[in-house]
């Protein structure tokens, strides 16, 4: 498994072309991508699938 993690004010469109060539090149299928600038962790949490 691969933890992307990003301290930024929003995920842009970058930042999910960038984890979703991550994951193509390591042959995974799904993958999270963790925010930290949340009031609440758990909202900063996103699962992308391939």
Same mark, same amino acid.
């Given at each position: 498994m691969k933890i992307e993690l990003k301290a930024v004010d929003g995920i842009k469109c970058i930042h999910k072309a960038q984890l979703l060539t991550y994951m193509k090149l390591s042959e995974?299928?799904? /993958?999270? $991508? $963790?925010?930290?600038?949340?009031? =609440? $962790?758990? /909202?900063? @949490?996103? =699962?992308? =699938? @391939?």
């Open positions: 995974m299928d799904t /993958d999270p $991508l $963790l925010k930290f600038n949340v009031e =609440r $962790l758990k /909202d900063g @949490i996103q =699962r992308f =699938r @391939i």
